[in-house]
């Protein structure tokens, strides 16, 4: 499969589970970012990993966990979640190009997205 | 940080009329200025972006224009059609990240 793919892609699940999103880039990609997609904050940065290493966390709580084992492959740990989370997740990449690892100076390609809901 | 103001935040228009939608930033350092388009229930995908060292790129319908001395960016959609209807995010970047406005829901009315 090409592209962006991310699993599963419906979620719901209780205030007290412990789930994992994921997500898997096949365009050789360095760069893979997290984001939060709700009514009141459109697109919300959550990490940015370059290298599989995060080099941007904007402040979200601790209950969301991410890892990186590599460029290829992101996930979203998730624990004691609150209702307040439930949101569409979506998983982002990018390539160097010409200003180095930054991705942020090149065309993200998103993945499809979870639908999470807290109960 | 980078803030992203876009206006509208919704917009109608009549199939075959033209749309403008504008976005301002605060970081005078943001150099890469793209437009992403999101159709209900599917993922952004970029339909056009532009660097600090143009001021304007078309690609058919679209087009973009920069203002780096204002900081502010434009989406030009011209004729448009229905399939044109969806919600259209700008963004600048920063140091490590895309900053996106909070986006416009286009409405092309048939």
């Known amino acids: 499969e090409t592209g962006v793919t991310q699993t599963p892609r419906h979620l719901v699940m209780g205030m007290t589970n412990k789930k994992s999103l994921k997500c898997e880039q096949h365009l050789g990609h360095n760069a893979m970012y997290w984001y939060k997609q709700s009514a009141k904050k459109p697109l919300e940065l959550m990490f940015v990993?370059?290298?599989?290493?995060?080099?941007e966390n904007n402040s979200v709580p601790s209950r969301f966990s991410p890892e990186c084992p590599n460029s290829s492959h992101l996930f979203l740990h998730l624990h004691t979640l609150q209702p307040e989370d439930s949101a569409l997740y979506l998983c982002a990449s990018s390539g160097s190009g010409t200003s180095g690892w930054k991705g942020a100076y090149n065309e993200q390609f998103f993945g499809p997205g979870t639908r999470l809901t807290v109960l | 940080g980078e803030n992203v103001e876009q206006h509208p935040s919704t917009l109608s228009v009549q199939e075959g009329d033209s749309a403008v939608i504008k976005c301002t930033y605060s970081?005078?350092?943001?150099?890469?200025f793209p437009w992403y388009k999101q159709e209900l229930g599917k993922r952004p995908q970029l339909i056009i972006d532009i660097r600090s060292n143009v001021g304007e790129k078309k690609d058919q319908r679209i087009a973009v224009t920069l203002n780096k001395t204002a900081k502010h960016f434009s989406l030009h959609i011209t004729e448009t059609q229905p399939e044109d209807s969806a919600v259209y995010f700008c963004a600048a970047s920063g140091s490590y990240q895309l900053t996106f406005g909070k986006g416009t829901k286009l409405s092309v009315i048939p």
């Open positions: 970081d005078s350092a943001s150099n890469y």
């Open positions: 990993y370059s290298l599989e290493e995060r080099v």
